[in-house]
């Protein structure tokens, strides 16, 4: 069974920056996509950025330029470096992982099939 574990959120400063992680267990063949998800109160779950098996990136709009997803493939870590934030970015951020290959137009959207159980980021004015 695939465990995903969050860390890193906090609470900073618009302008600032937070590193998150998420290390992962479990894993049968080192041969997945993840992605980062985020959702605050009241809203749907939004994804935010994700990786495919060889690398390739995917980002929301809404992040990029300022968010960077990346893995570390020897370690079974997940990473999202988060620089320049801003309020709106104040959620609950998870991982999510599933062993095969997601295409870029639908890896924001697709029903991962592991998830952590997030950690919190809180960004203030």
């Known amino acids: 069974e695939v465990q995903l574990v969050e860390s890193g959120g906090g609470s900073v400063q618009a302008g600032g920056s937070l590193k998150l992680s998420c290390v992962v267990s479990g894993l049968r063949y080192n041969w997945a996509s993840y992605a980062w998800f985020r959702q605050t109160p009241g809203k749907e779950r939004e994804g935010v950025a994700a990786?495919?098996?060889?690398?390739?990136?995917t980002y929301a709009e809404s992040v990029l330029g300022r968010f960077t997803i990346s893995k570390d493939n020897a370690a079974n870590i997940l990473y999202l470096q988060m620089d320049n934030l801003k309020p709106d970015d104040t959620a609950m951020y998870y991982c999510?992982?599933?062993?095969?290959?997601?295409?870029?137009?639908?890896?924001?959207?697709?029903?991962?099939?592991?998830w952590g159980r997030g950690t919190q980021v809180t960004v203030s004015s």
């Open positions: 999510a992982n599933v062993g095969k290959r997601i295409r870029s137009y639908e890896a924001l959207t697709f029903r991962y099939e592991a």
């Open positions: 990786i495919d098996p060889e690398g390739a990136t």
